[in-house]
Structure formats: structure tokens, C-alpha cells
């Protein structure tokens, strides 16, 4: 914009008319105080029209309140609330330039003290949404467990020995466990045993076999009542390579056991 322009170039600095009968002299104007008007004249128009092309508004010789829709466009108002920021898109830079991003509530904006929660209460459209853009698959949804779309928790897999025996688990939920009984009475005895960990939920197979013999025979052993907590062996007999022949089971005799569950 032009600097302030001179006043007229006269004895009191403004404009007087002539007057014949008192002899004074009207005010001369020249062409140096025309351009002087013509130059400040158009610096304040393109002032004007600067500031309506940044507001989006083409002159009009028919209107007369431009320069107020044009402010209105480019400033906020105190009775708006602000809401000409929001509709310029720039609500989340002014709330970062105010220090507000972690107390203002906008809806386009994460709250840092919020963890996720804006998206949690978007639904489960947003929250798909979200985790495809993070390049999240299925298993983030998967909880831990054993069952179907479950993620096995890698602790509750391994092999754990015992006296004589030991407990192993599986990512399925599956348990196997094995041992050695005590000595059985003989045929048509048994002997009650008690699993190191009774099995949540029951057993699915349980078997006997042979201990181990110093000659060529195998004891034969069965299975009676099982419960998860354990259960009953029978002593049933002998059976010997030679012959081969079939025996009472010899009192003292143990066997080996195992049995599957979850």
C-alpha cells in the first residue's frame, strides 16, 4: 500500500475557492497531487481485491459489503466458536499451535492419553479398518488358549519329569503322563495310582506294558476303574517265550503305565 499522500500544496494545506471580490486566490490543483490521488487509489484497490481473491471472491461493481464477506471468510468471529477453522480443515493444527492435543475432543484427532479409545467406540467397521492398516492378520483378534482360533500359550507346552515317569502337554490341551507302579499282589490283585497332576477334564486312553524282565517273559496287566485323579491296575499273568507257556503273575511284579488326557 502507497504511503500517506501529501496534502494539496497551499498556504493552509487544504482546498479554498477564489473569490474576485476579496481578491483570494482559489486553490490550484496540479497534476502532481492528481497522480498522488490516483496512485493511492489504486494501491488501496488492490489491497482490496487482493484480499478478496485470497477469500475466494470475484469483484462485483453491484455489491457493496465484498470486503466484509471476505474478512468474515479469512478471520475468525468471536460469536463462530471457531468453527471456521473446522470447516478450513485446519482443526488439528490449531489445536497442536493452542497445546490442547491431549485434552481438545475433535473427532478426526487420537487422543494420546485416549489408547486407541476413539477407535474402540468407532465399532467394529473402524477397528477392522484399523488393523488393516497397521498390517495386523487374523491372530490379532485370536485369544490365548486352547481351542478352536486360539493362540497356544507357549508356557503351558513342555515336559515335566517325575519319579519314574513324567507329565507332558500339549498346545491342544492334550496331557500324556507315564510311571511305574508299585508291586502288584499278583494275579487277580491291583494296586491303585494316583497321577502326579489329576487331568481337568478325564481320560481319553490309558494302557499297561511290560516293566521289564531280566528272562524272556512279559507280565500282563490291565486296566480297571480310571477317574482324572487315577486309577486301578490288575494283575492278570505271565507269559513266558519258552513253550510259550501261560502263568500266574508272580507276586511283587509292577508294570509300566500310561495314560492320555486334558
Same mark, same amino acid.
Given at each position: 500500500?502507497?504511503?500517506?499522500?501529501?496534502?494539496?500544496?497551499?498556504?493552509?494545506?487544504?482546498?479554498?475557492?477564489?473569490?474576485?471580490?476579496?481578491?483570494?486566490?482559489?486553490?490550484?490543483?496540479?497534476?502532481?497531487?492528481?497522480?498522488?490521488?490516483?496512485?493511492?487509489?489504486?494501491?488501496?484497490?488492490?489491497?482490496?481485491?487482493?484480499?478478496?481473491?485470497?477469500?475466494?471472491?470475484?469483484?462485483?461493481?453491484?455489491?457493496?459489503?465484498?470486503?466484509?464477506?471476505?474478512?468474515?471468510?479469512?478471520?475468525?468471529?468471536?460469536?463462530?466458536?471457531?468453527?471456521?477453522? =473446522? @470447516? %478450513?480443515?485446519?482443526?488439528? *493444527? /490449531? !489445536?497442536?499451535?493452542? $497445546?490442547?492435543?491431549?485434552?481438545?475432543?475433535? &473427532?478426526?484427532?487420537?487422543?494420546?492419553?485416549?489408547?486407541?479409545?476413539?477407535?474402540?467406540?468407532?465399532?467394529?467397521?473402524?477397528?477392522?479398518?484399523?488393523? =488393516? @492398516? %497397521?498390517?495386523?492378520?487374523? *491372530? /490379532? !483378534?485370536?485369544?490365548? $488358549?486352547?481351542?478352536?482360533?486360539?493362540?497356544? &500359550?507357549?508356557?503351558?507346552?513342555?515336559?515335566?519329569?517325575?519319579?519314574?515317569?513324567?507329565?507332558?502337554?500339549?498346545?491342544?490341551?492334550?496331557?500324556?503322563?507315564?510311571?511305574?507302579?508299585?508291586?502288584?499282589?499278583?494275579?487277580?490283585?491291583?494296586?491303585?495310582?494316583?497321577?502326579?497332576?489329576?487331568?481337568?477334564?478325564?481320560?481319553?486312553?490309558?494302557?499297561?506294558?511290560?516293566?521289564?524282565?531280566?528272562?524272556?517273559?512279559?507280565?500282563?496287566?490291565?486296566?480297571?476303574?480310571?477317574?482324572?485323579?487315577?486309577?486301578?491296575?490288575?494283575?492278570?499273568?505271565?507269559?513266558?517265550?519258552?513253550?510259550?507257556?501261560?502263568?500266574?503273575?508272580?507276586?511283587?511284579?509292577?508294570?509300566?503305565?500310561?495314560?492320555?488326557?486334558?
Amino acid at each position: 500500500m502507497k504511503e500517506l499522500i501529501p496534502p494539496i500544496d497551499a498556504p493552509s494545506g487544504v482546498f479554498v475557492d477564489g473569490n474576485e471580490l476579496t481578491g483570494i486566490k482559489g486553490t490550484i490543483v496540479d497534476s502532481k497531487w492528481l497522480n498522488n490521488v490516483q496512485d493511492a487509489t489504486r494501491s488501496m484497490q488492490s489491497e482490496i481485491l487482493t484480499l478478496l481473491t485470497a477469500a475466494g471472491i470475484d469483484a462485483n461493481t453491484e455489491q457493496s459489503n465484498q470486503l466484509m464477506s471476505a474478512l468474515n471468510v479469512r478471520y475468525l468471529q468471536s460469536d463462530n466458536a471457531l468453527s471456521e477453522l =473446522k @470447516n %478450513l480443515d485446519k482443526s488439528a *493444527a /490449531a !489445536v497442536k499451535n493452542l $497445546g490442547l492435543e491431549e485434552v481438545a475432543f475433535l &473427532d478426526e484427532i487420537l487422543h494420546r492419553q485416549g489408547n486407541l479409545y476413539e477407535i474402540f467406540i468407532a465399532g467394529a467397521g473402524a477397528q477392522a479398518d484399523s488393523r =488393516k @492398516n %497397521l498390517g495386523l492378520k487374523s *491372530a /490379532a !483378534v485370536c485369544d490365548v $488358549g486352547t481351542g478352536t482360533w486360539q493362540i497356544p &500359550d507357549m508356557s503351558s507346552q513342555g515336559v515335566t519329569y517325575t519319579a519314574g515317569g513324567g507329565i507332558q502337554y500339549f498346545s491342544n490341551g492334550l496331557m500324556r503322563q507315564w510311571g511305574t507302579s508299585g508291586a502288584i499282589g499278583g494275579s487277580c490283585n491291583s494296586i491303585d495310582i494316583t497321577f502326579p497332576v489329576p487331568f481337568p477334564n478325564g481320560i481319553h486312553h490309558a494302557r499297561t506294558f511290560d516293566a521289564g524282565n531280566p528272562d524272556a517273559s512279559i507280565n500282563l496287566c490291565m486296566i480297571g476303574v480310571t477317574s482324572k485323579a487315577g486309577m486301578k491296575i490288575w494283575g492278570v499273568a505271565s507269559i513266558s517265550a519258552a513253550g510259550p507257556s501261560l502263568a500266574p503273575l508272580n507276586s511283587g511284579k509292577g508294570t509300566l503305565w500310561e495314560a492320555w488326557g486334558n
